[in-house]
Each structure stands twice: as structure tokens, then as C-alpha cells.
């Protein structure tokens, strides 16, 4: 398999797991929020059980955020070989924010191969 194909293999995964994960840590973050919440309401130390909640709740959406968009934007440029490079940004970008889950460090190793079949490209375009 090509450095482009494998690239685009690992965006998907990437993509998926990151939004699987995202909805665990999500209802993670909701169930700790809300048994807390209820359990504890009215005693000073709430907002430190919110405080280890919410964190849940924001990395659940951005890593459901982030894997969408890796898998409709980022993956739609790593098809076309003059958007190349400009997808690979893309699978860093998005699999940066998303890196605690798997999927985003699958997202940043596509990435990097489609930043190397980029300069393959570029190289084997170059006169000799």
C-alpha cells in the first residue's frame, strides 16, 4: 500500500475512534457532572467535582468536533493529489487537538505520510 492510501486508511480510523472516544468521554463527563451534582448540591466543594467533570464534557466535544471534521474535510483533500499537502495540515491540526484519544494520533501519522507521499510527488515532478 502507497504512503496516500495508507494515509487515507489511517485518517478514517483516526476520524471514527476519535469520535467513539469522544462520546465516552462526553457521557463520561455528563454521569460525573450529574452524580455530583445531585449528590453533593449546596456544599463548597461542588466545584471541584465539577471542575474534574466539565474537562470530560469539553474534550468529548472537541474530540467528536475535530474526528467529524477529519473525516469530512480533512480526508476529502488527502483524494486528490494537488490537495495533498493541504490535508495533511489538516489531519495535524485536527489529530492534534483530539491526541489524548487514539484517534487523533492516528489522525497526526496520516498526517506525516501524507506529507511524505507529498514530497515524493513533488521530488518525481522535479526535472532531473
Avoid: H
Wanted: proline content about 2%; hydrophobic content about 55%.
Amino acid at each position: 500500500m502507497t504512503n496516500v492510501e495508507t494515509a487515507k486508511t489511517l485518517s478514517l480510523v483516526g476520524a471514527i475512534l476519535s469520535m467513539v472516544l469522544g462520546t465516552i468521554y462526553l457521557l463520561w463527563g455528563i454521569v460525573q457532572v450529574l452524580i455530583y451534582y445531585s449528590e453533593y448540591s449546596y456544599q463548597y466543594w461542588i466545584t471541584v467535582w465539577m471542575f474534574l467533570g466539565l474537562p470530560w464534557l469539553i474534550y468529548g466535544i472537541l474530540s467528536l468536533i475535530f474526528g467529524a471534521l477529519t473525516l469530512t474535510v480533512a480526508r476529502k483533500y488527502l483524494f486528490d493529489t494537488s490537495t495533498l499537502k493541504t490535508g495533511a495540515i489538516m489531519c495535524f491540526v485536527f489529530g492534534g487537538i483530539s491526541a489524548g484519544a487514539i484517534g487523533g494520533i492516528l489522525t497526526i501519522v496520516a498526517g506525516i505520510l501524507a506529507i511524505i507521499a507529498w514530497n515524493e510527488q513533488r521530488r518525481a515532478a522535479e526535472p532531473s
